[in-house]
């Protein structure tokens, strides 16, 4: 048995042999935990958190000590085991072994096993009910929206982003607060947490009756999400990639002769002459302010690619090398990466790298009249991905390569808010908790082009948004693999189109057919020639008037979204999300993927199977739908089988909203 140290208002403290435990309230319904076996509690350690609020409590109970914080509460026994309560109903316990009396412990709710005399590995345990659902994670593409049954590994990796946060069906949030590698498993009866390297077990838990209560308490802890700018809301263009300047004006050109409105046109990888230069390659990008200038009075925003790579060559390499403002090998050269030349990775958890680094983008891009940028490789990627070998400013690569995305994005939001640049919005493909806070916009990665890679990334989408992320966005059609002459990818990509019209960002991307013929990892010094094509007139009349069609229908949406995005700015709301959200009353709805919510007003249903030209749709129960564009009211509570036509997904309004009035603009339009 252990002992209570501490009872009062604002911790509940206890300690045995081997062990100290803390929790406190941080806010009304929320509890953090906090548990090390050095016996040291730190409140530095990734101490990213607003300041602790709200009331508390403390009451002897039976067999401890009850916490209270709102609604919930946590009640501490003697032996250590902690309950959780919304109200009296308890929501989450932990799970021990320990039932043998004057026996060795089988297996403790709260273990360690030690790596340095204060880091562990560590691995907590809680009882789950069979019944149990558990949403959120970030980008898992594994086609399913809740993650019971399943084992996941906390890292990241390209097209793989976990953010160890969980939403669940028994009403309440938690996050697991440690960037450190490790995994978390949901099977029938017990879910465990574990970390590779940790000094202490830190987990924060809160509930609520519904889960946008619960979403609430998480935005109050994490952040709001930065603002989304107006003109992010339209169509961007994007390809692997635009070799010259004169390339970009000339599809913009062409866009605007087609009277086809765009809102961004990327600029893609390897416009630079060397890694780690972070400039435009003047032989191919000669004048870069006039390109700009150009394309604003077009109403295109240029956004442009950056690496954090470095290669030798690069001009900075010998002072950010210096500095220790790259990351470094625990063994061996620090080069992760091959591609065009060996390179190291600039590590942005140093204090001073982001700065630095701003500073060369604000020279050469931001000085130009770059306001945007694609902030790539935010893993980073390295091959292999081998994070125990990687020493950051933070640490090991195990202890917290996970907050490597963070860092890397808060530097350039950082900068851009120091110079005053404003209206701007950058691209990743990782985040951790509180990136939404950093002024970026999460794309799920390299990912294949295939009728089940779409499956999964409505699924990706839904929880990326419950996760904490509201903008999101994926790669139309698919990076890998797609040939605009073949007719089955044809087809996907406009299903994918469709999707992405009713996501937060409506962009094409994709390494097209045919592919380039440099082999990236010997031609050093080879200029990198583009890929297929990857405009919407690039796959065939019909495709092409079917996404014009798709992006005209987006125009006339853009009010509607421009008033969700605010929304989930001042709550931290996701703009998509499954539609037990709205209606968790409904127990039909639990599991449910086949269709999802667009804000409070809209219901998507995406067409993920080749071929398909009917979908049924389940309608939540408790209000009636409005299908677009026929005008059909449906009650909810049932199955509508839609008519689904290639270039016409599902959609529904909810009757009596403010998107009813678009039914005659979006009549036209399709």
Known sequence: MGCFIDCGADALTWQEEGELLRLEPYGDGVIRVRASRSLHISDERWNMLPPRTGSSRIEKSVDGYRLFSGRLSAVVEKNGTISFFHDERMILREDWEDKRANMSVLRRARCYRT???????????????????????????????????????????NGFCSIPYVISSRGYGFIWNTPSVGRVSFSSGVTHWHSDAEAQIDYFIFSGDTPDEITRSLASLTGLPSHLPSWALGFWQSRLRYEREEDVLAVASKYRELGIPVSAIVIDYFHWPVQGTWEFSASEWPDPERMVKELRSMGIEPIVSIWPTVDPRSPYYREMKDRNMLLKAENGLPFFFLIMGPESIVDPTHPDAGPYWWNIVRKNYADKGIRSFWLDETEPEMRPYDYGNVRMYLGNGTECANIYAYYYTKAFSDGQKKDGIGDTVNLARSAWLGSQTTGMILWSGDIPSTFASLHEQVRVALN????????????????????????????????????????????????????????????????????????????????????????????????????????????????????????????????YSDAYLFGDEIIAAPVTEKGQRQKEVYLPEGSIWVSVPDGKEITGGSVYTADAPLGAIPFFFRKGSWCCSLLESIREVL
């Open 464 to 591: 990326t948004g419950l996760s904490g992320i509201p903008y999101w966005t994926s790669d139309i059609g698919g990076f890998f693999g797609g040939d605009p002459a073949d007719e089955d990818f044809r087809e996907l990509l406009v299903r994918w189109f469709e999707f992405a019209v009713f996501c937060p960002v409506l962009r094409l991307h994709g390494k097209r057919l045919p592919y380039d013929s440099v082999d990236k990892q010997s031609d050093f010094d080879a200029f990198l020639p583009s890929c297929g094509d990857n405009e919407i007139w690039s796959f065939g009349e019909e495709v092409f008037d079917i996404l014009r069609r798709q992006i005209a229908l987006r125009e006339v949406l853009r009010p509607y979204i421009r008033r969700i995005a605010d929304e989930a700015e001042s709550t931290g709301r996701p703009m998509m999300r499954p539609l037990f959200y709205d209606y968790p009353g409904d127990e039909r709805l639990r599991n």
């Open 115 to 157: 790596i340095s005399s204060s880091v562990f590995s560590t691995d907590l345990y809680f009882q789950s009910d069979p019944d149990e659902e558990f949403y959120g994670l970030g980008g898992v593409p594994d086609g399913r929206l809740s993650r019971k049954g399943e084992e996941i590994a906390l890292e990241h990796k």
